[in-house]
């Protein structure tokens, strides 16, 4: 027995040996290796290398233990995101939101931000949800949040600018409107005396009331549009204005004549952005969106007709991601390489590049690719994070967590959506980047050629005006014939009311007394009064008389308009603020529901004729009116009320902001007056 036992202990000794040698050779590769208790033992022990080799999982030989067998690798590559799932459940968030579901609203787009967490689009429309229901947390934590999402989303800024500009002009346009309308008002009785002595050529220059109601009349049967009328109809004004009134109707003008200018290269390239069939909306869906048949012809039939490399190129990104999703890593590769070959830095060709090695299952081939894309890109996250994932297949488990925390510090957020069942034959998801939002932006800029000038305020030519001259010279030329008069008339300084009791007055019907410049009225009372006492008692009186009466047309005229009786007696800042709220008052009734941040390609400015309430009078669409009852309806309404009950209210205020008049003392005789009209105002 003692003979057999020694036998077996020396059999089974000679298996371990044989098994040790078979294995080392079948798996030649160096395996991770542990840290356990008595560690240091076995490296001491001499059968064993040296801590002086300079051996390191991180440059790992070319092996058979780190290349997976073909068979093994995906059909297809899992993703990280799922964007239809956001698209699905923002779909859902809000429908919900039509039924007024505020809980399946919160849940639905609590689950398409987690898919999704830097959409742009999901992020405006959380904004406005938060608004409506006076969120004040979410809307401080959302607003700065999707902003920020706007500078690496070319796309979706484009949508942004374009519905800015839009609501640009609809505010620009109701303020002009409001402003040219209070400065009619507050200077009616001197248009009225100009024109009488103009036109009707009155010797005594009296005001005729409807005189000022001839020349806006008269325009509108030329039917030069909104801004065009505002434009021709401001010249008078501006002439008129002086100091600060002067400003802010030069400005507002000035405002507009920049709104309507075709060119702003911003504005410009934003227009493909809101195509459907653009170049820029068809390289954003291959980049994000599914692999696609319709979509793969598409860039294949525009990369026939490209010959502007920089375009070849992020076509032929965008195809080689569409064929990596399809699991056709071959021809996915060479199109990245391709790309490489032209353009060494292309980041989204790299990485796609490297990812299609590791699908492939060359596992030390990607990371040296990683590894190189590192290098040339080392502020990417993306990277980082791939890496982290071969680190994984290969157990490498402290350089994948060392890779992951590099991947967060530099920004990268994977999405939360990312479950063990998105892995395919023990492959993780990696991130296919798509175009750079430089790519992107140059993409814009290309096609942008395409597109007639203000095609995105297309279906409001009729209201803005469309003559046979481009819309900027309508409201340009103008804004420099008021210009050039304000410069060479001579007559800017002369008065315009009588100096005692403020009545119209011109170069041709003032009664000059020692430099004061005096009606007809007041000027006879000084011609026949021969003392002092008397002179002082009938003017005054007449001051008096005059000045209650103006005081009866003020409040009359700040409860018919807002802002207008505070630009009649001067007092700038008020009536600007009041013609403001006024402004959004009516902005948001008529326009303010019309803007959805949170709908794809729907802008105001881009409809057809029968999805509006009405193509001309009120060209706004007509699926989105929410009905009296809407939010916007209903503060703008509020708005508008608020702003007629301060005009009703300003009344003591306006009183004590008319400045009083004073007596002349009695003058020499008066000069002649130089024949003339003058045309200038003080505000």
């Known amino acids: ?351 796609g590049l490297a990812n299609n090695i590791y699908y492939q299952g060359k596992l030390d081939d990607a990371a040296a690719a990683y590894e190189k894309a590192g290098r040339i890109h080392p502020d990417r996250g993306e990277i980082p994070y791939n890496l982290a994932q071969v680190y994984f297949k290969k157990l490498f488990v402290p350089e994948a967590t060392e890779a992951m925390d590099q991947a967060r510090d530099k920004g990268f957020r994977p999405p939360l959506s990312d479950k063990a069942g998105n892995r395919r034959q023990g492959f993780s998801p990696v991130v296919y980047p798509p175009l750079t939002a430089k790519a992107f932006s140059e993409a814009c800029r290309f096609e942008a050629g395409r597109y007639p000038p203000l095609v995105v305020v297309a279906s409001w030519r009729f209201a803005l005006g469309a003559p046979p001259l481009p819309l900027y010279a309508l409201v340009g030329a103008p804004l420099l014939l008021a210009l050039f008069m304000i410069m060479w008339w001579n007559r800017q300084n002369d008065a315009t009311e009588c100096e005692n009791c403020g009545t119209p007055l011109c170069r041709a019907c003032a009664k000059i007394q020692d430099t004061a410049w005096l009606c007809s009225g007041c000027g006879e009372t000084a011609e026949r009064s021969r003392s002092e006492m008397v002179l002082a008692t009938l003017l005054k009186n007449r001051s008096r008389a005059e000045g209650m009466a103006h005081i009866h047309r003020i409040n009359r005229l700040g409860r018919l308009m807002p802002g207008s009786a505070h630009l009649a007696i001067g007092l700038l800042p008020a009536g600007w603020f009041r013609i403001s709220l006024l402004t959004l008052g009516i902005f948001l009734v008529f326009a303010g529901w019309g803007f959805d941040l949170g709908d794809q390609w729907a802008t105001p400015g881009l409809l057809l004729p029968d999805e509006t309430i009405h193509p001309n009078w009120l060209p706004m669409p007509a699926a989105l009116w929410p009905g009296w009852s809407g939010l916007s309806v209903l503060a703008g309404v509020a708005l508008i009320i608020l702003s007629w009950t301060i005009a009703f209210l300003d009344g003591p205020g306006l009183r004590k902001g008319i400045p009083d008049r004073y007596s002349l003392a009695q003058t020499p005789g008066p000069r002649e007056p130089a024949p003339g009209v003058g045309i200038g105002m003080k505000s």
């Open 1 to 351: 027995m003692k003979v057999l036992s020694i036998g077996t202990g020396l059999l089974l000794a000679l298996g371990c040996l044989v098994g040790g040698a078979t294995v080392a050779a079948a798996n030649p590769a160096p395996l991770d290796t542990l840290l356990e208790a008595g560690a240091e033992e076995i490296q001491a022990d001499p059968r064993y290398a040296g801590g002086e080799l300079n051996i390191s999982r991180k440059l790992l030989p070319e092996a058979q233990a780190t290349t997976v067998e073909t068979a093994k690798a995906p059909k297809r590559p899992p993703r990280l995101d799922d964007p239809m799932a956001g698209a699905w459940h923002y779909h859902l968030a809000r429908q919900a939101a039509m039924t007024g579901n505020a809980e399946a609203v919160g849940e639905h787009l609590s689950a398409a931000l987690e898919a999704s967490p830097n959409k742009p689009r999901y992020l405006w429309w959380q904004s406005v949800q938060s608004i409506k229901n006076l969120d004040t947390a979410t809307l401080t934590k959302t607003l700065p949040a999707a902003f920020a999402s706007l500078r690496d989303y070319p796309v979706e800024r484009g949508h942004f600018v374009v519905a800015a500009h839009q609501t640009a002009i609809l505010l620009n346009g109701i303020f002009w409107t409001l402003l040219v309308a209070a400065l009619y008002l507050a200077w009616w009785r001197n248009l009225a005396h100009d024109m009488g002595a103009t036109i009707l050529k009155d010797p005594r220059h009296t005001p005729r009331w409807l005189l000022p109601l001839i020349f806006p009349l008269a325009l509108l049967v030329f039917k030069p549009g909104v801004f065009g009328f505002l434009a021709v109809v401001s010249m008078h004004l501006v002439i008129m204005a002086r100091g600060r009134t002067r400003a802010l109707l030069l400005s507002t003008w000035v405002a507009a004549l920049i709104l309507v200018f075709p060119s702003w290269p911003l504005l410009r390239s934003a227009v493909p952005t809101v195509d459907p069939d653009s170049e820029v909306t068809l390289l954003d869906r291959a980049c994000n969106l599914p692999p696609s048949g319709s979509i793969s012809d598409a860039l294949r039939t525009r990369l026939a007709n490209a010959q502007n490399q920089d375009r070849i190129n992020r076509l032929t990104v965008a195809l080689g991601i569409q064929e990596a999703r399809r699991g056709k890593y071959g021809s996915s590769t060479r199109l990245f390489k391709q790309v490489i070959k032209s353009e060494p830095t292309n980041f989204p060709a790299l990485v």
